[in-house]
């Protein structure tokens, strides 16, 4: 083959090439093109799936393709995980969902079917609220300082609940009695419902739950909040002091939601989801509706997201270890 026969073979090649990849540079910039699925791993009406519900609803207007719920709950977010990580990862099949799928189910069961880092594609986080430990209205303990003397006072006496083995409020209560060299009994509900039914009873003294679960019964001075577990003072409780602001400085725990996709999403498909979602979280009327249902705004970046796990996860695990938490 001359000169001549090389160059002009070459030249078919490369135009071969474009039109092979033309299809899917034009799908990908196009994107998207029918509807999107977001997977909630979480039943119908809590508070991840009415957050889920808005947000999917508000990315769908930026995207101008409806956004379709599908409700995959159990295994505490196992199902609905694996399936999503499962999908093909072409932008259509999304996750909502919090910290539990990401570092704490690592953290408690030996085996899970999907890897909370190689399986997903960070979009962004959408918003986080603080754990707060909580007592009974009528117990003899109104700050951190007159809880801990409490407790130590009596040992093995007391008993906290949590909304379940395994979940956030369990591990942020450990890592606080850890450090605080307190013996106290952990008592799992099925939820977080049960548990502020006991709360207000009087069955328990103490429990760990979400700021926005326990915000309605603070309004109502039916318990008493002792501390938040985040980094710093929630907005939906500014009077309420932090662990570190009581005397524990370092300690910090909360709950937050993420979007992911499956891993191995086009560039330019994540770009357009990103940007989409850091648009709805920015949103006056979103920013609103989230506030209202107790969770606080908070956009972060794929990033952003992507180093907190990376940093949660260790910590997780020292936990779980610590104090024998197990799913399995």
């Not at 039943?43 to 930026?62: E, F, M, Q, S, Y």
């Not at 710093?232 to 570190?244: G, I, Q």
């Not at 952003?304 to 610590?322: F, G, H, N, S, Y």
Request: aromatic share 6%.
């Amino acid at each position: 083959m001359n000169r001549k026969q090389l160059l002009l073979s070459a030249v078919l090649c490369a135009a071969l090439g474009a039109t092979a990849w033309a299809p899917a540079m034009a799908q990908e910039a196009a994107f998207p093109t029918k509807p999107i699925t977001l997977v909630i791993p979480f039943p119908p009406g809590g508070a991840t799936d009415v957050l889920g519900r808005l947000i999917g609803k508000k990315l769908g207007d930026k995207l101008g393709q409806s956004v379709v719920i599908d409700n995959r709950a159990g295994a505490g977010t196992v199902i609905g995980a694996t399936s999503v990580a499962r999908a093909a990862p072409d932008g259509y099949t999304l996750l909502m969902s919090s910290g539990t799928t990401f570092t704490v189910n690592p953290a408690v069961r030996a085996k899970l079917p999907y890897d909370p880092i190689k399986s997903f594609e960070p979009i962004g986080i959408t918003g986080r609220t603080g754990l707060i430990l909580l007592a009974n209205k009528d117990v003899q303990a109104n700050d951190l300082k007159q809880f801990v003397a409490l407790v130590k006072a009596a040992p093995d006496k007391y008993s906290y609940g949590s909304f379940g083995t395994g979940t956030t409020s369990q591990f942020a209560g450990e890592m606080f009695f850890h450090a605080a060299g307190l013996k106290i009994q952990h008592v799992p509900y099925k939820g977080s419902a049960p548990a502020m039914t006991d709360l207000l009873g009087g069955q328990i003294p103490f429990t760990v739950d979400t700021v926005s679960a326990a915000l309605p019964q603070l309004k109502d001075g039916k318990i008493k909040a002792i501390a938040v577990t985040s980094g710093k003072r929630s907005a939906l409780l500014p009077k309420v002091p932090t662990l570190a602001e009581s005397g524990y400085p370092g300690l910090e725990m909360d709950t937050w939601l993420a979007m992911v996709a499956p891993r191995g999403l086009p560039p330019a498909v994540k770009s357009r989801l990103e940007l989409a979602l850091a648009q709805v979280v920015s949103d006056p009327e979103t920013r609103d509706k989230m506030i209202a249902v107790g969770f606080e705004p908070s956009y972060a970046s794929s990033k952003v997201l992507a180093e907190l796990i990376d940093k949660e996860l260790p910590l997780m695990r020292a936990i779980a270890q610590r104090a024998a938490i197990t799913a399995d």
